[in-house]
């Protein structure tokens, strides 16, 4: 068995059982954990047989037709018992002999003789023990029905089947369920969604360079299709609706998402499509759980985990699996446990000082969650900008030099490639501490912050070069000063209209564009006496890829440009971040109330208008601003009164901006 890569692994002795694992993975670039795991079963399979029976689980090692004549290799797991007993079915492309290893999920581990449900574990076809049934463009769907139908057939099967897998583990089992087979009774998808979409490999119009680079490891040979259709077209738009089908899922989902995990995006949105779409009769027998967790797989912690990069979460460990258990006992095996009974969504608040990270809510984001809009104002140099609740009194910028051959390093964050490390780890030393990044951060916060939900940034950019990505990192400060990342995200400044070929608009060097960047969902709680902070760089590398900012086609070779990025912000046109928190909040720690708390009347209005607001409990100045960011008018807000009288017959008929420190600005309509 010829495969120089890995000579050391693959002696001329190599058992069988190592040959099975290793023979469809030659070539191909590995993982850490696989070659490892590679390692070990060979270190083990030398072993003698009764002492590796002791360390291996022994299950039937079986084929099973499909309806094309062809045979996926599938292992059995048996409890002990006459039966009959419902199946989990694992669908896997990763070997389903690490099960043998590993052992089963749902706290059944290496018990099999008295678990309440039997295993089977079916590597996909193409892969491993099932690659000899290869063909064009494998159905997965067909292939899940076809083992679900199969494994509802046997005697020792009560009928029924439930599935169970993360990532592309959780994708086959939609895949199948989309399929609708008889027997399929509950789905425990993790860490995953099916749907194929642009913005899955394009976020901000810049390719996920190191996630094509790990499926493609892996096998999946996505490049080919990702790689020539760096624009939105109709080719991404029928993709996209033709992965979308919420609606034909027909049986109950518990699906499982982390909050420090690529897919934690797609995994609310999924689930929100199914909650609103699926057939009546299970809509509202969907559950989610999103935890505290990276993808894992690779590197890192993944579902399950007590930790996930720098921090820990102890009270996290195995609640999936303890959940999961409880599911699948209710909808297979008929346990009056209370399971109808749970939230729709159970989340963990990493960070929460409470005592309590796990909450629920019926829908995501929670319906108390509140819209806070902060301003960024740059610092004297790059390290000291602010993030605060008042717009800045004048034009402000901070600029860097971004460099594609030093771009600024991928240090944690939600990645997937081997050797990178995944989740929220240190930014300081690596990241922040380069001459090519800008810090905006909060003063010290009084009180915690409870992000919940989605968060937004609208930057006020312009470049030296004909192009540049504006890359964001959101970091909690600790009061040590390590900065740990909460996400990343960014945006390609020739896609800032849009992401068809039509939209992309080279820049004019020197001038400003608003850029628009969307960052995920988060649950995370800063707390008090910590800082929130936005580190922009211009790029983020390997996580995402290089932009050589020559103004050339993208993904294509050609000179690397320095060029300078600069982020403005001013009166009128600033730049801006916008949170949903659990209490409407500002940096010092004092309440900024919803935007209805500024209210204005008449409005439109032609000779006055009252300015209303909550009783201030200081004088407090308030300006008055035109579109064109020239102050019309100022004054101080007197304390202790909740209203003012503001004349305005000499101003001309437009929109203006009536700003006071505490409040979210206001707009004014003048009639003419």
């Known amino acids: 068995m010829a495969c120089p890569r890995?000579?050391?692994?693959?002696?001329s002795s190599t058992s069988p059982i190592v040959q099975q694992v290793f023979r469809p993975l030659c070539g191909r670039s590995l993982p850490r954990p696989v070659l490892l795991l590679i390692l070990l079963l060979q270190l083990l399979s030398g072993l003698q047989p009764e002492l590796r029976a002791q360390l291996f689980?022994?299950?039937i090692d079986t084929v099973v037709p499909m309806r094309d004549g062809q045979q996926l290799a599938v292992d059995l797991y048996l409890p002990n018992g006459p039966g009959p007993f419902p199946t989990i079915l694992i669908q896997t492309p990763y070997n389903r002999?690490?099960?043998?290893?590993?052992?089963m999920p749902l706290e059944v581990g290496t018990d099999i003789e008295t678990s309440p449900f039997a295993f089977a574990v079916a590597d996909w076809r193409c892969f491993f023990g099932s690659a000899g049934a290869?063909?064009?463009s494998p159905q997965r769907g067909e292939d899940g029905y076809d083992l679900v139908d199969w494994l509802a057939s046997q005697s020792w099967s009560d009928g029924q089947v439930g599935t169970w897998g993360p990532s592309a583990l959780g994708q086959i089992q939609y895949m199948t369920a989309r399929e609708q087979p008889p027997a399929l009774k509950a789905i425990m998808p993790m860490v995953c969604d099916p749907q194929t979409y642009y913005a899955k490999y394009y976020p901000g119009g810049i390719l996920r360079e190191e996630y094509l680079q790990a499926l493609d490891g892996l096998g999946f040979g996505l490049s080919l299709f990702v790689l020539p259709l760096p624009t939105h077209n109709a080719l991404w738009e029928s993709t996209a609706s033709g992965s979308l089908y919420p609606e034909q899922v027909a049986v109950p989902s518990f699906a499982v998402g982390g909050w420090f995990d690529h897919n934690q995006q797609a995994s609310l949105r999924w689930f929100a499509g199914l909650r609103a779409s699926s057939p009546a009769a299970v809509r509202d027998q969907h559950k989610l759980l999103m935890g505290p967790w990276a993808h894992g797989g690779f590197d890192g912690n993944g579902v399950d985990a007590g930790s996930a990069g720098e921090l820990s979460f102890p009270e996290a460990t195995g609640e999936a699996d303890r959940m999961g258990r409880a599911f699948f006992e209710h909808h297979l095996l008929g346990a009056a446990n209370g399971w109808p009974t749970e939230p729709f969504i159970t989340y963990h608040q990493p960070g929460s000082t409470d005592g309590n990270p796990w909450r629920s809510t019926p829908a995501w984001p929670p319906a108390d969650s509140l819209r806070v809009r902060w301003y960024l104002q740059a610092g004297s140099n790059r390290t000291d900008g602010i993030i605060g609740t008042e717009l800045p009194e004048a034009e402000t910028s901070m600029a860097i030099t971004a460099d594609p051959t030093d771009p600024s390093p991928t240090i944690g964050g939600r990645v997937l490639l081997s050797g990178l490390d995944q989740g929220p780890r240190n930014q300081a030393p690596e990241v922040e501490a380069r001459p090519d990044a800008l810090l905006f951060s909060t003063a010290v916060l009084a009180q915690d912050?409870?992000?919940?939900?989605?968060?937004?940034?609208?930057?006020?950019?312009?470049?030296?070069?004909?192009?540049?990505?504006?890359?964001?990192?959101?970091?909690?400060?600790?009061?040590?000063?390590?900065s740990i990342g909460l996400l990343e995200g960014g945006r390609r400044i020739r896609h800032r209209n849009g992401y068809t070929s039509a939209e992309e608009s080279l820049?004019?060097?020197?001038s400003v564009y608003p850029i628009a960047i969307e960052l995920p969902d988060?649950?995370?709680?800063?707390?008090?006496?910590?800082?929130?902070?936005?580190?922009?760089?211009?790029?983020n590398w390997p996580q995402f890829d290089r932009n050589l900012q020559n103004g050339g086609p993208v993904l294509s070779p050609g000179d690397s440009l320095a060029e300078s990025l600069r982020i403005h912000s001013s009166p009128s046109a600033p730049s801006w971040i916008e949170l949903l928190a659990a209490d409407a909040f500002t940096a010092t720690g004092e309440p900024m109330p919803a935007p209805s708390s500024l209210q204005l009347h008449p409005n439109p209005a032609r000779h006055a208008v009252r300015v209303q607001a909550a009783a201030v409990p200081q004088p407090r100045g308030w300006r008055l601003f035109g579109t064109d960011g020239r102050v019309y008018a100022s004054g101080?807000?007197?304390?202790?009164?909740?209203?003012?009288q503001l004349p305005i017959d000499g101003l001309s008929a437009g929109s203006y901006r009536f700003a006071l420190k505490g409040h979210l600005p206001a707009t004014l309509v003048v009639q003419p």
Do not use: K
Request: hydrophobic share 45%.
């Open 522 to 539: 988060m649950a995370y709680t800063v707390a008090a006496g910590h800082r929130l902070r936005i580190v922009v760089t211009g790029h």
């Open 449 to 482: 912050l409870d992000l919940q939900g989605p968060i937004r940034l609208h930057l006020q950019a312009s470049t030296s070069g004909l192009d540049a990505d504006m890359l964001v990192r959101i970091t909690d400060v600790f009061p040590d000063g390590r």
């Open 6 to 11: 890995f000579p050391l692994l693959l002696p």
């Open 134 to 136: 290869c063909i064009p």
């Open 97 to 103: 002999l690490a099960y043998r290893l590993l052992g």
């Open 507 to 510: 820049a004019s060097p020197g």
């Open 57 to 59: 689980l022994s299950p």
């Open 636 to 644: 101080p807000w007197p304390a202790g009164e909740n209203a003012i």
